[in-house]
């Protein structure tokens, strides 16, 4: 019954959770209504103002590179962190890529 220690120590987040779940379900029964096939679908009928698709992009490029770059580059110092700690060589990472 840990699940339900959890739901009764933060019942606030669980109540928003719930309320977004039909939220979010609703607003994509709305978008199902205006798609007619796969081509409304991909492009959106273009009927999007240019400003809402640039946000849109910008902010698909920043969730990627927050959860695809940052976890690279932490990754890749965090080995070579271990390597200096055993007493290997430090290397720099040229992240301009071959000139």
Do not use: E, Q
């Amino acid at each position: 019954m840990h699940y339900l220690n959890l739901i009764a120590d933060r019942p606030l987040i669980w109540i928003l959770f719930l309320a977004y779940m039909p939220a979010t379900a609703w607003l994509a029964w709305l978008g199902h209504k205006k798609t007619d096939d796969i081509r409304s679908f991909a492009i959106g009928r273009g009927d999007l103002h240019p400003a809402i698709v640039g946000i849109t992009l910008a902010a698909a490029i920043c969730s990627t590179a927050t959860f695809l770059v940052s976890a690279g580059v932490a990754l890749v110092d965090l080995a070579l962190t271990a390597n200096a700690s055993r007493g290997g060589a430090t290397a720099s990472i040229d992240m301009a890529g071959p000139s």
